[in-house]
């Protein structure tokens, strides 16, 4: 018995140190852990919405509702799976694989606590945003293997807003990258989690990260689908976008791999912004870092919801005009600011310079986006 | 400036949000199995066939004319007449349904059987929870399931039942003022002349 005890250890031990272990050790929690997000936020997200439109959400599977996701998830998999009969059934078989297969891919480069990152790569940033876009060419295969109009519709609607924001998403982040001086996210955060007294040395706390972190959360918003920017699957107008052909598990599929895309962007604000896994205070770094991360993630998605909660969908020309005519210049204006930081002498004046040089500019970009009529009542020609 | 109405609407739904939480008012959701709504007077369902007295296959208003079967639009009812005569709740021989059959799965809750039945015989309940797991015999009601007391039409539509009372009263008391009448002696010819002008005076 002992030896066989033994051989167990000694096998455990060789298994911690091999490449195996490596991948049971960091990447089996992240195929769990986020899952597990996944199913707590779709209950906190109907319950949320719930509160804000003064309803109660769901309340009848289990106490408090808590077994909803266990319902939805009976539902999902024990529906028929449904394929057009003029669909292309490789294609449409592969689309939500490859789907959640680019946003768990994702995953590999977050630093989810001091020691959990599944893989520390020198180009983190640059392979997130690479492999993230291939969620794009998923959602287009999506929309084209179904043969109907209402997913191609919804599938070039993506594809325009998701190549449109991706531009002002990559520049904002960049900020991050040239204060670090690094694309590793590894790097970016060890670079954040020094303090200043209690005060940490987030990138938010200045004026070019605080306003970095914004753009990156509205062009985050327009990359993970998510309301206001949820023109794809827009219900009213195109019933559910790219994936209307899709039933049971392989919706499922779909809905997972938004919201683990959402966590994957909120988890990339998080490390560019805010710090990653450091602990707000600096007389809080005794509690484990990953609880950190978590804690900030939770509040990215309860703000997320609380904006899904709030604004109306946007229209196509609107969605195209802010991307162009707002985001993109903002965001290279920005850059700019955050840029010549790094020449100015520390104080108080540069960060009021700073600080009021991007505020000038939002306030112009603003005005001439409300009066060039981009967020007007639109006039239509001929359907009037 | 741009984002003013983003934040005031974010200020708003934070406002419902937590409000929620504190003011019970809020919330006007109605947890329907465990809480309900008073029913509303005028509701209607499901027909159903009323009876006086106790028993329901004795006092059964309905003489099985089958108007109703007739006009029903979705042809829901089925109705066989009896062979014979059966004295009614007034206790004067009728016909009677043998079978009244009235499909829910069919019905659709129009009551134009109600307003064409001239013995008030059938009338809408309110019960709407009628979902069952036998959607074929479970679905189907017969003429017993059908029959309720004219205390349960009372108790569920108050005002209706009384005007329908009164109604059939009246008519019962027309009758009986006829049968005095015409069973009274001829000795009595001017009285007797003058009676059916009253009540068709009255009528």
């Not at chain 1, 059934?89 to 689309?95: E, G």
């Not at chain 2, 959701?29 to 027909?47: D, G, K, S, W, Y």
């Not at chain 2, 008519?171 to 009253?198: D, G």
Request: hydrophobic share 50%; charged share 15%.
């Amino acid at each position: 018995m002992s030896i066989f005890m033994l051989h167990l250890h000694a096998w455990i031990h060789a298994l911690a140190s091999s490449a195996l272990g490596h991948a049971l050790w960091m990447v089996v929690p992240v195929l769990v852990v986020f899952p597990a997000l996944f199913a707590v936020t779709t209950l906190l997200e109907r319950k949320g919405l719930g509160r804000i439109q003064n309803r109660y959400g769901p309340n009848r599977a289990g106490p408090w509702g808590l077994l909803q996701p266990m319902a939805d998830a009976i539902k999902a998999l024990t529906k028929e799976d449904v394929v057009p009969e003029a669909a292309d059934r490789l294609v449409h078989f592969c689309a939500p694989v490859l789907m959640v297969l680019s946003a768990f891919l994702v995953y590999a480069v977050v630093p989810v606590s001091r020691t959990w990152v599944v893989a520390p790569l020198r180009a983190g940033v640059l392979f997130f945003f690479a492999a993230g876009s291939l969620m794009e060419i998923a959602v287009f295969m999506a929309g084209w293997s179904s043969r109907s109009q209402y997913s191609l519709l919804g599938a070039m609607r993506a594809l325009a807003q998701m190549i449109s924001y991706e531009i002002p998403l990559v520049l904002s982040a960049m900020v991050a990258v040239m204060a670090a001086g690094s694309l590793s996210m590894v790097e970016i955060v060890r670079r954040q989690a020094g303090y200043s007294g209690i005060w940490p040395h987030w990138f938010v706390l200045t004026p070019w990260g605080l306003a970095g972190f914004v753009l990156f959360l509205i062009a985050a918003t327009a990359e993970s689908n998510r309301s206001p920017f949820d023109l794809p699957e827009g219900e009213s107008e195109i019933i559910a976008g790219y994936y209307i052909e899709y039933s049971g598990f392989k919706f499922a599929l779909f809905f997972l791999a938004e919201y683990l895309g959402m966590f994957a962007i909120s988890a990339l604000g998080i490390t560019l912004f805010l710090g990653g896994w450091s602990a707000p205070f600096a007389f809080l770094t005794w509690i484990p870092s990953w609880i950190w991360f978590f804690a900030k993630l939770l509040a990215l998605i309860a703000g997320f919801i609380w904006i899904r909660g709030t604004l109306p969908r946007l229209r196509m020309d609107q969605l195209m005009r802010f991307a162009w005519e707002f985001l993109l210049p903002l965001t290279l204006c920005h850059l700019f600011v955050a840029g010549v930081w790094k020449f100015f002498p520390t104080g108080a004046a540069r960060w009021l310079g700073c600080a009021g040089v991007l505020l000038a500019v939002y306030w112009l970009l603003g005005r001439r986006l409300e009066q060039s009529g981009g967020l007007a009542r639109r006039t239509y020609h001929f359907a009037e | 400036m741009l984002g003013k109405g983003i934040v005031l609407g974010l200020a708003e739904t934070a406002r419902n949000f937590f409000g929620s939480f504190f003011y019970r008012a809020r919330l006007t959701t109605v947890q329907f199995p465990e809480e309900r709504l008073p029913q509303i007077e005028a509701a209607r369902n499901f027909p159903f066939l009323v009876f006086d007295g106790a028993d329901w296959q004795q006092g059964m208003r309905c003489v099985a004319c089958q108007i109703c079967e007739k006009e029903c639009p979705p042809k829901c009812i089925l109705i066989e007449k009896s062979k014979d005569k059966k004295p009614d709740a007034t206790g004067k021989p009728q016909f009677y349904p043998a079978v009244f059959n009235i499909d829910v799965s069919v019905c659709m809750s129009c009551q134009i059987c109600v307003e064409v039945c001239p013995f008030d015989a059938i009338k809408m309940d309110v019960d709407f929870e009628l979902s069952t797991y036998d959607r074929f015999g479970g679905l189907l009601w017969d003429k017993q399931r059908l029959s309720k007391s004219n205390e349960h039409y009372h108790q569920i539509h108050p005002t209706e039942a009384a005007a329908v009372d009164a109604a059939l009263a009246a008519e019962r008391e027309k009758l009986a003022a006829k049968a005095r009448a015409a069973n009274a002696p001829p000795a009595n010819a001017a009285p007797s002349t003058s009676a059916p002008a009253t009540a068709e005076g009255q009528a």
